[in-house]
């Protein structure tokens, strides 16, 4: 039996092909050739045109307390402690059903949908008013959160937006910074506007980049970092191991041609 070293080196080759049609099949958002693809590179929203409206499938909390909220101010000052049924705060949270409404205690099925954090704030407290002497009342959506993207390519981190202000730099900063593979000079966000996602094209690798660092970030963006591309070290181990069968496969034949 003799080797056909010519077939084996064909078959490296075409295992090689059939392997680095696989490489970096884990990057996202890739543009495709002959497409024109539009950032919003030169008009860049650094502050959001109107607050937060709450949509379906948020979480909220809120805090109830009687007399416009003495008691809040009567405790933190140490004059008194909260007695029951003055202040109503149980931290539970209440979803918003696809249908937009929430259901609250007392009160029962309210609209949720539509509103601002403020003008939410103020509808609850006219029907929790039938109820209660000048509630003040307090809202707030727990599960606001932006994905960020930080460069590795499908390693991603959701970030809960404890700050209504938070900015593009402080979301970055949570996810743990841009990673080793990520350009800087390319970062998207990706941000629902008007049903359709709208791609804002940053560039944070010179100082140029400090007049967007203090973009504010909305909830349910997406902030991608996109990753320099690994061929070499993909193809490498992608063929590594296809060598080393082949080259076992010639040596049991060579051993067995060998014993003849």
């Known amino acids: 039996?003799?080797?056909?070293?010519?077939?084996?080196?064909?078959?490296?080759?075409?295992?090689?092909?059939?392997?680095?049609?696989?490489?970096?099949?884990?990057?996202?958002?890739?543009?495709?050739?002959?497409?024109?693809?539009?950032?919003?590179?030169?008009?860049?929203?650094?502050?959001p045109s109107e607050d937060y409206r709450i949509s379906p499938d948020d979480k909220i909390t809120f805090t109830l307390s009687t007399n416009d909220g003495k008691q809040i101010i009567e405790r933190m000052s140490g004059i008194t402690e909260v007695r029951s049924g003055q202040t109503a705060n149980t931290g539970i949270e209440y979803i918003v059903r696809r249908n937009g409404i929430v259901e609250?205690?007392?009160?029962?099925?309210?609209?949720?949908?539509?509103?601002?954090?403020?003008?939410f704030e103020d509808t609850l407290t006219l029907l929790y008013a039938a109820e209660y002497k000048r509630p003040f009342v307090q809202v707030n959506v727990t599960n606001q959160r932006v994905i960020v993207f930080p460069g590795n390519g499908s390693d991603a981190t959701v970030v809960p937006l404890t700050n209504s202000n938070t900015t593009l730099m402080e979301a970055l900063a949570q996810?743990?910074?841009?990673?080793?593979?990520?350009?800087?000079?390319?970062?998207?966000?990706?941000?629902?506007v008007n049903g359709k996602r709208?791609?804002?094209?940053?560039?944070?690798?010179?100082?140029?980049?400090?007049?967007?660092?203090?973009?504010?970030?909305?909830?349910n963006d997406y902030i991608y970092v996109e990753p320099t591309p690994e061929l070499a070290k993909e193809v490498a181990s992608d063929i590594v191991p296809i060598i080393s069968l082949l080259s076992s496969a010639i040596f049991i034949v060579?051993?067995?041609?060998?014993l003849k």
Do not use: W
């Open 1 to 47: 039996m003799t080797i056909n070293y010519r077939l084996l080196v064909f078959c490296v080759v075409v295992a090689a092909f059939i392997q680095s049609c696989g490489v970096n099949s884990n990057l996202m958002f890739k543009e495709v050739k002959g497409e024109e693809v539009t950032y919003n590179s030169d008009s860049i929203p650094m502050a």
């Open 104 to 119: 609250l205690p007392v009160i029962g099925k309210v609209r949720a949908q539509g509103h601002t954090i403020e003008s």
């Open 175 to 192: 996810a743990g910074g841009i990673t080793d593979r990520g350009k800087a000079n390319t970062i998207k966000v990706m941000r629902r």
């Open 198 to 219: 709208e791609v804002y094209g940053i560039d944070l690798s010179t100082m140029e980049g400090l007049k967007h660092v203090d973009m504010i970030v909305q909830a």
């Open 254 to 258: 060579s051993a067995v041609n060998l």
